[in-house]
Each structure stands twice: as C-alpha cells, then as structure tokens.
C-alpha cells in the first residue's frame, strides 16, 4: 500500500532563517505531487506541484522553492522566512487516477 | 479570484441531525467534484466524489448532490456524529487539470 510521510510535524524558526521541509512516498512510482499551504482561517492553497523528476510548477509568486531530486521526494525550501510563511504546510500525491490526491500529515510551521 | 467558494466557514448541527455543507464553483467546464475531511493537525482524507454525469452519490451517511446548471454541490452527512467534526473542504477539477480547493467550513456536532 502507498504511504506519505513528512517532516518535521512542527517547526519554530526566527525571520530570515532558511527552511526545508521534506516528503517521501513510499508504494508507488511516478507520483504526482503537491504542496499546499493552509494559512490561519484560509482555505488550502495550492503552492507547486510535480508530475516528475526536476518537474516543477509553481502556481503563485512567493518566497518559497520546491525541488524534486527522487522520484518520489518532494522538497519545500525557503533561504529566509518571512512571518507570513507561517501556516500549516501539507505534501499530497497523486497516481493515474488523478480524482484523488492523498496527503501527508502536514507540517506545522511558525515563524517567529 | 476565488474559484470555488464554501460561504460558510462554520457550522453547528445537533448529534443525529442532518449536516448540509455548501459549496459554490464559477467554472462550468468542471467535471469532478470531491469532498475531503480534514482534523487538526492531520492531512485531508479524501471522503466522497462525484463526476459531472451524475446528480447524486451515496456513501452510507454520506450524499454528495450536484446541481450544474446553479453550479452547486452539497454534502449531506446523516445522522451527524460527535466524529464528523471537522473541517470539510470541497474540491473540483478539469479533464486531467490539478484540484482546485473551496476554504473550508468547520463543522461541529453537538453532542
């Protein structure tokens, strides 16, 4: 069966420290993926997504990056937080049946 | 510009009661639909989907309407359970397009 995992689950960081944030999917090969961001009170908001290796679209102009160096890992980077980075970010995956995306649990950052 | 819109960003509803969430969409060329689950602190779970050529879709407690031409779709959760508090997001897509996710309505069953 397909899993999802990401880490940390919670992250405190000062303004202007960098960031990762790291997703791995394990039973499957050539996942789509996906990074969101939940901000307080706001809906899930689409940030990159993946359909393959090197493969990256990002979907709003920010001061994050993602990369895809595996198959199926999914970085989330920053070289220096702002507090308005600070939400609720959360990996998903995708196969051939793009209907459903099934996500990770989510990481907890808080930028201070 | 916000695609997709859940008017309601909280609602109460009485244990055994009938849960309706909302959800509006601007795109008529949107052909899926699907409702997620979320708790805190956890990733959404998907919960229930409908294709554009159906009207209706049945999951036990749950039913997903879908009304095209107001560009409307609704969950019905029946009877409500302490368990099904929650935030519910709805989502939609085109053809092989990525999801597109409505804000979100917190649900909270009273016991």
């Known amino acids: 069966s397909q899993t999802i995992h990401q880490w940390p689950a919670t992250l405190v960081q000062p303004v202007g420290s960098p960031l990762s944030l790291e997703c791995t999917v394990e039973g499957t090969s050539n996942p789509n993926l996906y990074w969101y961001r939940q901000a307080a009170g706001r809906g899930l908001q689409l940030l990159f997504y993946s359909v393959g290796i090197g493969q990256i679209s990002s979907e709003v102009p920010q001061n994050l990056s993602a990369s895809r160096p595996q198959d199926r890992q999914f970085i989330l980077s920053s070289k220096k937080l702002l507090l308005s980075d600070s939400g609720f970010y959360l990996c998903?995956?995708?196969?051939?049946?793009?209907?459903?995306?099934?996500f990770g649990p989510g990481t907890r950052l808080t930028v201070l | 510009d916000q695609q997709v819109k859940q008017n309601s960003p909280s609602l109460s509803v009485q244990e055994g009661r009938i849960s309706i969430l909302n959800c509006d969409y601007t795109n008529s060329m949107f052909d899926y639909f699907l409702w997620y689950k979320k708790y805190p602190a956890e990733g959404p779970t998907f919960l229930i989907s409908i294709s554009s050529i159906k009207d209706k879709n049945e999951d036990g407690r749950f039913t997903v309407f879908l009304n095209k031409s107001a560009k409307h779709l609704s969950l019905h959760i029946v009877p409500s359970q302490p368990g099904d508090s929650a935030v519910y997001f709805c989502a939609v897509r085109r053809g092989n397009e990525k999801l597109t996710f409505g804000t979100g309505t917190r649900l909270t069953i009273i016991p």
């Open positions: 998903a995956w995708s196969g051939t049946r793009l209907n459903e995306q099934f």
